[in-house]
């Protein structure tokens, strides 16, 4: 896995290309962030903070900032109105939020911009539009485009997480605005380019998280593209391979699960050299972590780690491996005695030779917490996307920066 194999360099336009000196910016970030299910209020603010980069260099331009929050239905799918609470502790500007996407107060609220202010549009997910996926083409037609892109000059899409999203507020701005690529964004793909460069086989990919979905379609380019040699399922995902595998009675709370499970049994049947199972899991019995092998496993509890046997495991394959990539946290890492899976393996990167990457917010988070995140060769915020990027699949957002080249280049 190399550079060269994959289908995106950083040959797009930047910051530098366009001239944002006083002009009205629409930064797609992507500042999407962990919720507490009890509390509704936001579990880490790493993608703020980074975002916050971006926005600090555009103190000259009028920044009109837009991301999404969570999907529709879902616990975390809230306003912006802490998000820019908190961006204005870390931009340290003026920092403005509305209550609306597209509406007259939200449009009110672009005009009367000045330079250096920030303005934050609430969750982009609150317009219908935004949770489906176009064309580019289709995508400028939109109401949300149409709607809005006489209020801006430029578009800078900064969000690399989103990055497999074809929604209209990535690739629907850049028929009609001059658009570029965000310095957060640019840092980012450069910086994982160079890592692609150099990793060394081979080459394991740790695989927990919550979004089974996406996992398992990465999962599939990945292995189908054979860049990875090791898979080490964890969390939900290892037990949708164990369900797939042995046929468990577990639960996992997961819609479709049926689905899940025969697309786990495909990919048992093609890959079984590179898949490693889990082999035993934590779950919580009276407040007190309980270790269960897969024989004892009837459970009514949800599972919360990898079991002991796993980590050691799985600490082994890591040990043998060149490169590492982490994406999603073993296990449930903020809960006392459930951290154990992701601390352990987590160490076990961190002191290893191998080339680590480490993607998504849960994991950044569980890095920071644990005193590592410094020890790692390439950190992202990015998710589903890095793994996707990784596979050499086409992401839309970089497919609009493609497009943005072409259009805008010779435009300042
Ligand atoms: C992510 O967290 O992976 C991105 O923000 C994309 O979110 P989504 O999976 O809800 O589209």
């Given at each position: 896995m190399t550079g060269e194999h994959l289908p995106y360099y950083v040959e797009f336009l930047t910051m530098d290309d366009l001239d944002l000196t006083g002009k009205t910016v629409f930064l797609r970030a992507d500042i999407n962030s962990p919720v507490d299910p009890n509390t509704g209020h936001l579990l880490n603010t790493i993608r703020i903070?980074?975002?916050?980069?971006?926005?600090?260099?555009?103190?000259?331009?009028k920044v009109v900032v837009g991301s999404h929050q969570g999907r529709?239905?879902?616990?975390?799918?809230?306003?912006?109105?802490?998000?820019?609470?908190?961006?204005?502790?870390y931009v340290g500007r003026n920092v403005r939020f509305i209550d609306d996407v597209i509406g007259p107060a939200a449009r009110?609220?672009?005009?009367?911009?000045?330079?250096?202010?920030?303005?934050?549009?609430?969750?982009?997910?609150?317009?219908?539009e935004e949770n489906f996926e176009f064309s580019i083409e289709e995508a400028s037609k939109t109401h949300m485009i149409k709607t809005l892109k006489d209020y801006f000059d430029v578009c800078i899409l900064d969000a690399f997480p989103a990055a497999h999203r074809a929604n209209p507020s990535i690739v629907g701005f850049v028929e009609v605005l001059p658009t570029c690529a965000g310095r957060l964004l640019t840092q980012e793909v450069r910086s994982l380019v160079s890592v692609l460069q150099k990793l060394k086989p081979p080459i394991t990919l740790v695989l927990g998280g919550a979004k089974v979905s996406d996992r398992l379609e990465s999962l599939e380019a990945i292995m189908n593209s054979h860049r990875v040699d090791k898979i080490l399922p964890c969390g939900l995902l290892g037990v949708i391979f164990?369900?797939?595998a042995k046929d468990l009675d577990v639960p996992t709370g997961i819609k479709d699960e049926e689905k899940y499970v025969k697309k786990a049994e495909k990919l048992l049947s093609d890959f079984a050299e590179a898949l490693v199972l889990p082999e035993d899991f934590a779950i919580e019995v009276d407040g007190k972590r309980k270790e269960?092998?897969?024989?004892?496993?009837?459970?009514?509890?949800?599972?919360?780690?990898?079991?002991?046997?796993?980590?050691?495991?799985?600490?082994?394959?890591?040990?043998?491996?060149?490169?590492?990539?982490?994406?999603?946290?073993?296990?449930?890492?903020?809960?006392?005695?459930?951290?154990?899976?992701?601390?352990?393996?987590?160490?076990?990167?961190?002191?290893?030779?191998?080339?680590?990457?480490?993607?998504?917010?849960?994991?950044?988070?569980?890095?920071?917490?644990?005193?590592?995140?410094?020890?790692?060769?390439?950190?992202?915020?990015?998710?589903?996307?890095?793994?996707?990027?990784?596979?050499?699949?086409?992401?839309?957002?970089?497919?609009?920066?493609?497009?943005?080249?072409?259009?805008?280049?010779?435009?300042?």
């Open positions: 903070r980074e975002a916050a980069m971006t926005i600090r260099e555009l103190s000259s331009s529709v239905g879902s616990y975390d799918f809230v306003s912006l109105r802490e998000h820019a609470e908190i961006l204005k502790g009110e609220a672009i005009k009367n911009l000045k330079q250096g202010d920030v303005l934050v549009l609430d969750n982009l997910r609150f317009v219908a164990l369900k797939a269960l092998t897969i024989s004892q496993f009837n459970s009514e509890k949800p599972v919360l780690d990898i079991g002991m046997k796993t980590v050691s495991k799985y600490a082994e394959v890591i040990r043998n491996s060149g490169t590492v990539i982490v994406s999603g946290p073993p296990g449930a890492y903020e809960k006392k005695n459930f951290d154990i899976g992701t601390k352990t393996l987590f160490t076990e990167l961190a002191n290893s030779k191998a080339l680590s990457i480490a993607s998504g917010a849960h994991t950044l988070t569980a890095l920071e917490l644990f005193g590592l995140r410094d020890k790692i060769t390439h950190v992202t915020s990015a998710g589903g996307a890095l793994i996707k990027f990784l596979a050499g699949k086409k992401l839309p957002l970089f497919e609009a920066l493609k497009r943005a080249t072409e259009k805008w280049r010779a435009f300042k």
